[in-house]
Nanobody, 126 residues
Framework: QVQLVESGGGLVQAGGSLRLSCVAS????????MGWFRQAPGKEREFVAA????????IYTDSVKERFTISRDNAKNTVYLQMNSLKPEDTAVYYC???????????????????WGQGTQVTVSS
């Protein structure tokens, strides 16, 4: 069983920065793509960013490009989401997720992922 634990959320003013972390239990972290999703109140969960198993390919939703950076440290079983120039519309619960198939390319759909963390709240005040 894989467990994912996010941390790093909090309250920040618009224009500020936060760095989210997600630590995965178990072995074989390095052969799976990892992703970040978010869910704002009253809205569906949406894709934010994803990273290939070796970290050489990253994908983002358009609204966070050039503001957010996803990265990973396979030696620490950890994936990160650096969030800069935060906006009130970034307010949401952020979830990390593990790709559902080993060696698969990172995807944008929730069904591309099988294990999910419990989420961490990010609140951006205006």
């Amino acid at each position: 069983q894989v467990q994912l634990v996010e941390s790093g959320g909090g309250l920040v003013q618009a224009g500020g920065s936060l760095r989210l972390s997600c630590v995965a239990s178990g072995r074989s972290f390095s052969i799976y793509a990892m992703g970040w999703f978010r869910q704002a109140p009253g809205k569906e969960r949406e894709f934010v960013a994803a990273i290939r198993r070796r970290g050489d390919i990253t994908i983002y939703t358009d609204s966070v490009k050039e503001r957010f950076t996803i990265s990973r440290d396979n030696a620490k079983n950890t994936v990160y989401l650096q969030m800069n120039s935060l906006k009130p519309e970034d307010t949401a619960v952020y979830y990390c997720a593990r790709g559902s198939a080993p060696f698969a390319e990172p995807g944008r759909r929730q069904l591309d992922y099988d294990y999910w963390g419990q989420g961490t709240q990010v609140t951006v005040s205006s």
